[in-house]
């Protein structure tokens, strides 16, 4: 379910050779996909059916111009259907086998959503130094995925901070850098298909044997990535840091 980068002995360099190569013919083919969906389900990640992607570049909704082909949930109540129910999940896979899924964020777990070199970047430079990292997702439309543990729903509503981090669906496109993915967001949940010719997909990196980490962990160092990805620098000072008051 995931490829594994071996020890730390030469990681590094063996990290970068496989995250640069063609990904393995395995992981575009649908054989796999209720395993992995139940697994993720197992893990704790609500699942919801989304969109599919249509001949070209079109999405199976039946939307006109639809601006997010096949990244979208079938149900504007996802956030109510999202499940981790096993019986379910193999109900839906059976009845709509083109659909891909979304994973609910903000429930159980948040996403760490950034730009595919930064986050290369970022995660040879996280495993490097020992640091904790989780499951890990690449969408071949540029964007590394990180998984992380929840920063939690506080019992009052007063305490909950906003983020200029934070990304919902309808903002995705105000976060070109780090997207924070929390309450009221989603992401696609491995295996997905996305539109083109090309058999593009979102597939795991590392896989949902990872245990959860603090997202706190990893934000500094994906900060950091990002802002030399940009040709900017970074500025833990100002930043939006996403701490409670």
Request: net charge negative; charged share 25%; proline share 9%.
């Amino acid at each position: 379910m995931s490829a594994e980068f071996g020890g730390r002995t030469g990681r590094q360099g063996k990290l970068s050779q496989w995250l640069r190569g063609r990904r393995p013919k395995e992981a575009a083919d649908d054989s796999g996909r209720e395993p992995l969906l139940l697994a993720a389900a197992e893990a704790g990640l609500p699942l919801a059916p989304a969109a599919y992607p249509a001949p070209g570049y079109g999405c199976s909704c039946d939307r006109v111009g639809c601006p997010t082909p096949a990244r979208h949930p079938v149900s504007f109540a996802w956030q109510t259907q999202s499940t981790t129910d096993r019986a379910q999940i193999e109900r839906w896979a059976r009845h709509q086998p083109q659909a891909n899924f979304i994973t609910a964020t903000g429930m159980v777990h948040d996403v760490l959503d950034v730009p595919l070199e930064a986050g290369r970047q970022a995660l040879e430079r996280l495993l490097d130094s020992g640091i904790e990292v989780g499951p890990v997702a690449e969408s071949d439309d540029g964007r590394l995925l990180f998984f992380t543990l929840t920063r939690g729903t506080p019992e009052d509503e007063d305490e909950w901070w906003p983020c200029e981090l934070d990304c919902h669906p309808e903002t995705m496109d105000e976060h070109p850098g780090l997207r924070w993915h929390c309450r009221g967001s989603y992401v696609l949940v491995p295996p997905a298909r996305l539109p083109g010719d090309d058999g593009h997909s979102v597939h795991w990196i590392r896989g949902l044997e990872h245990p959860l980490p603090d997202p706190l962990t990893l934000l500094e160092v994906l900060t950091d990535s990002c802002a030399r990805y940009a040709g900017e620098e970074a500025d833990h000072t100002n930043a939006a840091w996403p701490l409670r008051r």
